[in-house]
């Protein structure tokens, strides 16, 4: 059963054809006049129209028609009728988008065929472009991993903003996935079909970069080879992502704006403008306020791009939500790859969490991948950790990271185990040697107190009061060293 509309200009034709479709279950709408046919498009929405096409002195009619029903939502499929011996007329129509067409006399079973395959087919398209769609939101969203409060606000605007066509800002430092808020911006728009074309404001000189984002005419200057199309060209339809849009220089700053006010380009060595239909999302890690007051940023651009902004917190704002990255890293970055599930151990998760990552997310996924590079038997270590990474850690600030000696980080509470080299066993006889004087007239549970409290001193010194490295290096969690601490009146 579909919606039919029906137009020839033939009498009898369209009364045997409705007879026909009606009987067949369709609902039909009937017309004899083109002029009524077209004007009654949007007040049935047909999935299928069965149209006449004949030409006569001046123009084509059927085509008009067939324009039309492809401009609505949803678009109709057009069955094309021509007379005998047109196939010149058919053939245009199918060019012009027609599903199909059959020649006159045709049989109404071939007609009824012809509608089922259009059906069919547009069934196919729609579920399609539904699947399409779906995945790409649901790929696009489960790619930003985070459940922290600031995190939850950047997806509540992603998912506000997304389908509207105002120009938005992502501020943020560097790694905190800016572009990846970005590309879910687009990608959850209507936009989506079309281009996402990113450009690093940074990484071009300034020459080079006006005719990237504008493109340029043949002979424009020297080198200037061929006609280029700009990047906002490319875009077109789609979103531009001005990367680093902070360190776009001067010259180019005012072009940008009045693309922005106009809605236009001009390619570089060219007078006319051509009209585009892009969304512009821009980045930066720099403070444009102050890049307005030493005058490198103009200021009524920064108000034009800063109608809706979204800031992406630092890793470090968010540290709870460190192992769902790792275990999102781990997961579908990595495994795939090798095939085999790595793991990590805890405590290398807790130097993990501990770290500041002034590289933010970037710095992590690397660390990961290079761990898990790494690693021995698939299990992440302390040691397969960067350097850098292990030399904020105040055990390896002095002697080298080796992996035997990073295997005696504290896993568990006790208190007395040692914090530099040898075995475990070891370790503790020589924290026993180093700490005990020898005379046993203290009862064993102050005598342990006394170890602690020298212990947690000398942690609490050696990480100069960081209380969260101080945690990682006892094994304990921080509300335990809390605890501790003030039970030891230890500040
Ligand atoms: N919330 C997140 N969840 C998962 N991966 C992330 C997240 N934020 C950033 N990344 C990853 O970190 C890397 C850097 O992100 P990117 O968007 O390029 O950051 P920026 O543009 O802010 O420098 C990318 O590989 C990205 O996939
Ligand atoms: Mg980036």
Request: charged content about 25%; overall charge negative.
């Amino acid at each position: 059963m579909a919606k039919v509309l029906l137009v020839d200009d033939e009498m009898t034709m369209v009364q045997m054809v409705t007879e026909f479709l009606r009987q067949e279950g369709h609902e039909v709408f009937p017309y004899t006049n083109f002029k009524d046919a077209i004007a009654a498009l949007e007040t049935h929405t047909p999935e299928i129209v069965i149209s006449d096409l004949y030409f006569d002195k001046t123009r084509a009619h059927g085509l008009e028609i067939l324009q039309k029903a492809r401009s609505i939502t949803p678009p109709a499929s057009v069955i094309i009728i021509t007379a005998f011996g047109s196939i010149e007329t058919a053939v245009e129509a199918m060019k012009s988008g027609a599903y199909d067409y059959l020649e006159k006399p045709f049989k109404l079973d071939e007609l009824n065929l012809c509608i089922q395959r259009a059906l069919s087919y547009n069934e196919a398209i729609s579920e399609n472009l539904y699947l399409k769609k779906q995945l790409k939101k649901k790929y696009q969203f489960s790619q930003i991993i985070g459940t922290a409060p600031k995190m939850q606000e950047v997806f509540k605007m992603v998912e506000r903003t997304a389908d509207t066509d105002s120009t938005i800002l992502i501020l943020g430092e560097s790694g905190t996935g800016k572009e990846l808020v970005a590309r879910a911006l687009h990608f959850n728009s209507k936009r989506q079909f079309a281009p996402f074309i990113p450009v690093n404001c940074s990484a071009l000189p300034e020459n080079l970069l006006e005719s990237e984002l504008f493109g340029h005419r043949k002979g424009a200057f020297t080198g200037a080879i061929n006609d280029k199309k700009g990047l906002f060209q490319e875009a077109d339809g789609g979103t531009i992502f001005l990367d680093e849009i902070g360190s776009m220089p001067p010259v180019l700053q005012s072009r940008l704006l009045r693309v922005l006010q106009e809605r236009e380009v001009r390619r570089v060595g060219e007078n006319v403008p051509t009209y585009i239909n892009v969304r512009v999302v821009a980045a930066t890690n720099e403070p444009l306020e102050e890049r307005i007051k030493d005058g490198t940023f103009r200021e009524d651009l920064y108000y034009r791009l800063n109608v809706i902004s979204i800031t992406m917190p630092s890793l470090r704002e968010r540290r709870d939500d460190i192992p769902l990255l790792v275990s999102h890293f781990l997961k579908n970055k990595i495994n795939p790859r090798s095939g085999q599930p790595v793991q990590i151990t805890r405590q290398t998760m807790e130097v993990l969490t501990a770290h500041d990552w002034p590289g933010n997310v970037r710095e992590l996924e690397n660390a990961i991948e290079r761990a898990a590079t790494l690693c021995e038997n698939n299990v992440i270590q302390v040691n397969d950790l960067p350097p850098s990474l292990l030399k904020a850690l105040p055990q390896f600030s002095s002697t080298p990271a080796v992996s035997g000696e990073i295997a005696q980080l504290p896993m568990s509470n006790t208190s007395a185990t040692p914090l530099k080299s040898g075995t475990g066993a070891e370790g503790e006889m020589s924290a026993l040697a180093q700490a005990g004087t020898g005379h046993p007239d203290l009862p064993l549970k102050d005598f342990l107190r006394e170890q602690e409290v020298a212990y947690l001193n000398r942690t609490m010194a050696l990480v100069g009061g960081d209380k969260e490295k101080a945690a990682i290096l006892l094994g304990v969690s921080l509300a335990t060293l809390y605890r501790k601490l003030s039970e030891d009146g230890i500040s």
